[in-house]
């Protein structure tokens, strides 16, 4: 079987260390190995990606927001928003409080204006873009993701916060790998028992 970084330059540090465990192991164990990082790495790939694209649509949004109202440093706004964005399930909800604490400064139409953005765009957030792009990406439940998020964010700060949702993801898949075997057989046996006459 060949890796997805069997293909990679010689300069990658990555591919070459996971390419030296690969040798360090049984034909038996390299099949796994091969496969399980395999999964990891598209998978939590695909979800930072998706996340990035999310965080500049709410970027966007926000920013865009901010000048129509008129609010001081729309770019920064943006820039704020899309940052705080990366942080799954929380991010979105801390920009917008920051947005209507500068709204509140300009005016209180502003602010309610910002309000009605904020409480739109989560929901579009929250129920369309994450399930569809990132959802799909890491396959991981919303409890899983709101949990990862909160103790990671706990031990490592913002940077926890962020890496927590793809390292659940790949913590996930290798449970699914371990436990792959047990399933298959488990199934079996209750196929088998269907079978038999009551």
């Known amino acids: 079987m060949k890796s997805a970084f069997a293909v990679a330059g010689s300069g990658d540090d990555i591919p070459a260390l996971l390419e030296r465990a690969d040798r360090a192991l049984y034909r038996d164990k390299r099949e796994r190995y091969l496969r399980v990082t395999d999964r990891i790495i598209r998978t939590t790939s695909r979800y930072m990606l998706g996340n990035v694209a999310i965080s500049l649509i709410c970027g966007t949004v926000y920013g865009a927001t901010a000048l129509v109202l008129g609010l001081p440093y729309p770019l920064a706004l943006a820039v704020i928003a899309a940052v705080l964005d990366l942080v799954p399930s929380i991010g979105a909800a801390t920009a917008g409080v ?74 996930q898949i290798v449970v699914e790998e371990l436990t792959a075997g047990r399933r298959a057989r488990i199934a079996a046996a209750d196929a088998a028992e269907a079978r038999q006459p009551a």
């Open 98 to 171: 920051i947005i209507s604490i500068v709204a509140l400064s300009v005016s209180l139409e502003a602010l309610i204006v910002s309000l009605i953005v904020m409480v739109v765009y989560q929901q579009i957030e929250n129920y369309i873009l994450q399930p569809t792009i990132i959802g799909k990406a890491a396959k991981i439940s919303g409890f899983t993701v709101l949990a990862s998020v909160l103790a990671f964010g706990a031990l490592f700060g913002l940077i926890g916060a962020i890496i927590g949702v793809p390292i659940a993801a790949g913590l």
